[in-house]
Protein backbone atom coordinates (compact mmCIF):
# COMPACT_ATOMS: atom_id res chain seq x y z
CA UNK A 1 0.00 0.00 0.00
CA UNK A 2 1.57 3.62 -1.27
CA UNK A 3 1.31 6.28 1.18
CA UNK A 4 1.18 9.49 -0.22
CA UNK A 5 1.98 12.75 1.10
CA UNK A 6 -1.89 14.17 0.42
CA UNK A 7 -3.10 10.89 2.24
CA UNK A 8 -0.89 11.56 5.27
CA UNK A 9 -2.39 15.44 4.94
CA UNK A 10 -5.78 14.31 4.77
CA UNK A 11 -5.37 11.96 7.49
CA UNK A 12 -3.70 14.53 10.02
CA UNK A 13 -5.89 17.03 8.68
CA UNK A 14 -8.79 14.96 9.64
CA UNK A 15 -7.33 14.28 13.32
CA UNK A 16 -6.98 17.72 13.87
CA UNK A 17 -10.45 18.84 13.03
CA UNK A 18 -11.71 16.32 14.72
CA UNK A 19 -10.17 17.12 17.82
CA UNK A 20 -11.05 20.55 17.72
CA UNK A 21 -14.48 20.09 17.15
CA UNK A 22 -14.39 18.15 20.15
CA UNK A 23 -12.90 20.88 22.30
CA UNK A 24 -15.24 23.65 20.65
CA UNK A 25 -18.09 21.05 21.81
CA UNK A 26 -16.87 20.82 25.30
CA UNK A 27 -16.46 24.65 26.01
CA UNK A 28 -19.89 24.99 24.24
CA UNK A 29 -21.65 22.68 26.89
CA UNK A 30 -19.60 24.71 30.44
CA UNK A 31 -20.67 27.59 28.55
CA UNK A 32 -24.46 26.24 28.74
CA UNK A 33 -23.59 24.92 32.07
CA UNK A 34 -22.28 28.57 33.30
CA UNK A 35 -25.57 29.65 32.10
CA UNK A 36 -28.09 27.73 33.73
CA UNK A 37 -25.78 28.26 36.73
CA UNK A 38 -26.52 32.11 36.28
CA UNK A 39 -29.73 32.51 35.78
CA UNK A 40 -30.29 29.68 39.15
CA UNK A 41 -28.62 32.84 41.33
CA UNK A 42 -30.97 35.52 39.57
CA UNK A 43 -33.29 33.99 40.63
CA UNK A 44 -31.98 33.24 44.30
CA UNK A 45 -31.54 36.67 44.13
CA UNK A 46 -35.24 37.50 43.18
CA UNK A 47 -36.38 35.12 46.38
CA UNK A 48 -34.05 36.75 49.00
CA UNK A 49 -34.85 40.48 47.77
CA UNK A 50 -38.18 40.57 47.06
CA UNK A 51 -39.09 40.51 51.00
CA UNK A 52 -37.14 43.22 51.70
CA UNK A 53 -37.63 45.52 48.71
CA UNK A 54 -41.19 45.14 48.20
CA UNK A 55 -44.32 45.28 50.38
CA UNK A 56 -46.34 42.32 48.97
CA UNK A 57 -49.01 40.72 50.24
CA UNK A 58 -47.62 36.54 50.25
CA UNK A 59 -44.59 37.68 50.23
CA UNK A 60 -43.27 34.51 51.55
CA UNK A 61 -44.83 32.49 48.82
CA UNK A 62 -42.93 34.67 46.03
CA UNK A 63 -40.30 34.15 47.81
CA UNK A 64 -40.49 30.05 47.83
CA UNK A 65 -41.27 29.82 44.50
CA UNK A 66 -38.01 32.15 43.16
CA UNK A 67 -36.38 29.76 45.59
CA UNK A 68 -38.21 26.04 43.93
CA UNK A 69 -37.37 27.74 40.14
CA UNK A 70 -33.72 28.41 41.02
CA UNK A 71 -33.57 25.19 42.87
CA UNK A 72 -35.37 23.54 39.59
CA UNK A 73 -33.27 25.15 37.07
CA UNK A 74 -29.65 24.60 38.95
CA UNK A 75 -31.05 20.75 38.90
CA UNK A 76 -31.60 21.31 35.49
CA UNK A 77 -28.35 22.79 34.38
CA UNK A 78 -26.52 19.98 35.81
CA UNK A 79 -28.23 17.24 34.80
CA UNK A 80 -27.88 18.92 31.18
CA UNK A 81 -24.46 19.33 32.04
CA UNK A 82 -23.63 15.52 32.70
CA UNK A 83 -25.66 14.20 30.17
CA UNK A 84 -24.08 16.06 27.50
CA UNK A 85 -20.60 15.39 29.47
CA UNK A 86 -21.22 11.42 28.38
CA UNK A 87 -22.66 12.11 24.94
CA UNK A 88 -19.26 13.82 24.60
CA UNK A 89 -17.19 11.20 26.10
CA UNK A 90 -19.04 8.52 23.55
CA UNK A 91 -18.52 10.33 20.64
CA UNK A 92 -14.28 11.02 21.41
CA UNK A 93 -13.91 7.03 20.54
CA UNK A 94 -14.96 7.87 16.92
CA UNK A 95 -11.70 10.26 16.82
CA UNK A 96 -9.55 7.59 18.12
CA UNK A 97 -10.23 5.27 15.39
CA UNK A 98 -9.28 7.69 12.92
CA UNK A 99 -5.81 8.19 15.07
CA UNK A 100 -5.54 4.02 15.10
CA UNK A 101 -6.08 4.03 11.38
CA UNK A 102 -3.80 6.94 10.54
CA UNK A 103 -0.94 5.34 12.62
CA UNK A 104 -1.50 2.16 10.95
CA UNK A 105 -0.51 3.79 7.67
CA UNK A 106 2.36 5.50 8.74
Do not use: C, P, W
Not at 84 to 92: H, Y
Request: charged residues 20%.
Amino acid sequence: MENTDSTSKVNKDLILRENLALQRTILANQTTFLSFLRTSMYFLVAGLSIKNLLEVEGALIYQVLFYFISASILILGIFNYLRQNKKIDESRVHIGNFKTDYQKQS
